[in-house]
């Protein structure tokens, strides 16, 4: 029943360095069901449900087993540190389908809770398992089939981490400790982005919901209490970045910039062109709206608005090209920039920066003589600049994150004990109320007052609370004083035993129950 932690070496997801990297994860994955069409569409549908109850009810006979270790956290996935863009932009899942992945991941037979994190520069998914090994294998292979990736490509890149190891990295994610730009601010906000549509869909368990929240609370911790974000710079910026270190230095003041797309991080490029000095740029969007909105809030510098369809013609008076876009399709592919007139010859190439996932430049952009592509994955060459001051700020956060992760455990071990709490209160009020009645029958309704009555029922409750003081004190894990974890659920094991209260098997089979009538509607 204790938990077991640190597990992560076991599985291949091993991190290193102060960013949080890991080594691939190599497992095998389940075979996939087979898709029928047609007339068998139905009936395949069937077979499904009724192969998910089966292994429900088989996991229900096999119950003692899964007694001896808790649901565990584990967090799934890949970010810019494991996987190319190319593959982080197919496993990518835009804000608006995360309550439907959600709910699909919670419906997976050994899955209690879930939550997604997808980023331009990760997709990761946290889960809370019934079982280790069967959900992590139910996981990837979910993966597997709404990405189209082939399993034995997606695992070579693939990390995993459990319990602590995973809730001290979504702690580092929200402090922009794992992050391409170290303290860069926005991963904070889609942090929080994930509790608001969680809320929202009703698809946040207790457990990741608790795990979120702290984690917002230790990024908030590492930003206002390090220098963490002084400099720091954030994918957009490190973007412009990009821009005029690729820019012949004589040309970089004149060079003439296109923004496409006009959301949060279109909207960071256009603050950070102006910070360093450039005095126009050329933004074309579906709407006026969103461009007069950050013409009020960035007056230094020029913002002249083109509508989508005067896209093309705004590239090709453009020697620079940020793209910012949600569209799941590029924007621009080889033969849409052939027939663009080349930049002048003082600027050489033209320069495509896109920073979206999925990306809205076709990697054959590249083949255009003319042209240079950059998308997220080159903006390392930005980021490796300041390496030593990176990993200084980032053991100071180290020491924040440590403390949070204690109170968080505290808080989830603290879970563990309260069924038996509860039982053993019920039980000892039933015996209270049964005894109670008894003493009232023989003394006689009609020989007490409404004081005396009460007087008892306060002297049988006063000597029940009394009584469980004790065992209850023992029970307690919320880090409130030097008893351990396994000093407790030894404590509980001992009641669970005395009393025949059979918690932990009523809790289990409470949650099977619970899956098993979800996945036959």
């Not at 126009?280 to 006026?288: A, D, H, Q, T, Y």
């Not at 453009?318 to 920039?337: C, G, H, N, Q, R």
Request: proline residues 2%; contains cysteine; hydrophobic residues 40%.
């Amino acid at each position: 029943m204790a938990a077991v932690n640190g597990l992560a070496t076991a599985f291949g997801g091993v991190k290193v360095g102060g960013f949080g990297r890991k080594s691939p994860l190599v497992f095998k994955i389940a075979p996939k069901f087979v898709a029928r069409s047609g007339a068998d569409a139905s009936v395949d549908l069937e077979e499904k449900k009724a192969a998910s109850v089966a292994a429900l009810e088989q996991f229900k006979i096999s119950a003692d087993r899964y007694m001896k270790e808790r649901s565990s956290i584990a967090v799934i996935g890949l970010s810019v540190h494991t996987a190319p863009v190319e593959m982080r932009e197919k496993l990518a899942v835009p804000e608006i389908q995360w309550p439907r992945a959600i709910s699909e991941l919670c419906s997976l037979n050994h899955i209690e809770e879930a939550a997604v994190l997808s980023t331009c520069n990760r997709m990761e998914i946290y889960v809370v398992a019934l079982s280790w090994n069967c959900g992590i294998r139910e996981v990837v292979d979910w993966m597997s089939k709404t990405s189209g990736i082939p399993a034995s490509e997606l695992r070579q890149h693939l990390f995993m981490l459990r319990d602590s190891d995973a809730t001290r990295h979504l702690f580092e994610v929200s402090a922009g400790l794992d992050s391409l730009v170290l303290g860069e601010g926005q991963i904070l906000a889609q942090v929080k982005q994930v509790v608001r549509v969680g809320q929202t869909s009703g698809g946040l368990g207790k457990n990741i919901d608790r795990m979120f929240k702290d984690a917002i609370t230790a990024g908030k911790r590492v930003r206002s209490e390090t220098n963490i974000s002084s400099g720091a710079v954030s994918v957009s910026s490190a973007a412009v970045e990009l821009a005029l270190m690729k820019l012949p230095k004589l040309e970089s003041d004149s060079a003439r910039m296109l923004l496409i797309g006009a959301g949060k991080m279109g909207k960071l490029v256009i603050k950070h062109l102006a910070a360093k000095g450039c005095k126009k740029v050329v933004v074309v969007n579906r709407s006026v709206e969103k461009i007069e909105a950050i013409r009020n809030d960035i007056k230094e510098i020029e913002i002249v608005y083109r509508p989508l369809d005067e896209m093309m013609s705004a590239a090709g008076e453009a020697d620079v090209i940020f793209t910012s876009t949600a569209s799941e399709t590029p924007l621009f592919y080889e033969k849409d920039v052939e027939s663009l007139p080349r930049v002048s010859e003082a600027i050489g190439k033209r320069l495509f920066i896109d920073i979206s996932v999925p990306r809205n430049v076709g990697s054959c952009v590249n083949n255009v003589e003319s042209t240079k592509l950059y998308n997220v994955d080159d903006l390392k060459e930005v980021v490796e600049a300041n390496k030593e001051d990176r990993l200084r700020k980032a053991m100071e956060a180290q020491v924040l994150i440590s403390q949070e992760l204690k109170r968080f455990e505290a808080w989830r071990d603290s879970l563990e004990t309260v069924p038996t709490i509860k039982k053993l209160r019920s039980y000892a009020d039933r015996i209270r109320a049964s005894e109670l009645e008894k003493c009232l029958g023989k003394i006689g309704e009609e020989n007490l007052t409404k004081k005396m009555r009460k007087s008892i029922e306060e002297l049988s409750s006063g000597i029940l609370n009394k009584l469980l003081h004790g065992p209850l004190q023992h029970l307690r894990c919320d880090g409130s004083d030097s008893r351990t974890l396994d000093e407790t659920l030894e404590n509980m094991h001992a009641l669970n035993r005395m009393f025949s209260l059979d918690t932990e098997k009523a809790v289990l089979e409470q949650k099977i129950k619970a899956k098993v009538e979800k996945n036959a509607d």
